[in-house]
């Protein structure tokens, strides 16, 4: 499915039930569910439970079989050296990844917060670019979505990369962000926010997000 290709399936939480999605889970990931609180379970249970029903299927093994892990990083991977994921929440939506290489991905709600323009100020220091003809809120959350993206990429703390000085010179279509790292932005519908930063080499520098349907996997 889609080999050299950064796969991405957002899902609405509102279409997710709990139900029977634990059995897929091994003992560890059992062990630990058992200890977080209710919002932080679901979390946990959703992103596991459909990485497993769609990892499967791309790697033709029973969903429990799916080496996922936990790095020392924190981040959740495969023991796969041709599949890589990454994954985001927010407070309405959870997104998974598959690609061919490493990478990491975020999504963010758009909405008027407290504090943005003195986080904004901290975290990014400079005004709205009006090259790309967006709000001055748009682009706060478009340029977070690539600082996480990128330190989920990086599998480094957000902390480490602020100030973050590298801006969004285009939507929807990739760039360079540094020296061996590319990423592609993008407003997926007018209050969410998405970006998939990731490795490049000489020979695969193009990125392109392909978003699938929940019924393909």
């Known amino acids: 499915m889609y080999p050299h290709r950064f796969s991405t399936l957002i899902i609405e939480k509102s279409d997710l039930e ?16 058992s200890n977080l609180g209710l919002k932080r379970r679901d ?3 959703f992103s596991r439970f459909y990485f497993r029903k769609w990892l499967s299927k791309v790697m033709g093994i029973a969903p429990r079989e799916v080496p996922l892990k936990k790095r020392a990083s924190g981040k959740l991977s495969l023991e796969s050296k041709t599949h890589f994921i990454s994954l985001s929440h927010s407070k309405n939506f959870l997104a998974l990844s598959l690609g061919p290489r490493e990478h990491g991905i975020d999504i963010e709600e758009i909405s008027l917060r407290p504090k943005i323009k003195k986080i904004h100020q901290k975290c990014f220091g400079d005004k709205t670019p009006t090259h790309l003809n967006i709000s001055e809120i ?32 285009k939507l929807e279509s990739d760039f360079e962000v540094s020296k061996e790292i590319r990423a592609w932005v993008s407003k997926l ?20 997000p392909h978003f699938i349907r929940l019924e393909e996997i």
């Open 43 to 45: 979390e946990y249970l």
């Open 189 to 208: 519908n007018p209050s969410l926010s998405f970006a998939l930063v990731a490795k490049s080499t000489d020979e695969e520098k193009q990125l392109q």
């Open 18 to 33: 709990a139900s029977n999605k634990i059995d897929v889970l091994n003992e560890l990931e059992k062990i630990e569910i």
């Open 138 to 169: 748009d682009h706060f959350f478009l340029r977070w979505s690539l600082l996480e993206a990128h330190a989920k990429c990086l599998e480094q703390s957000l902390l480490r990369l602020i100030p973050y000085p590298h801006d969004i010179p």
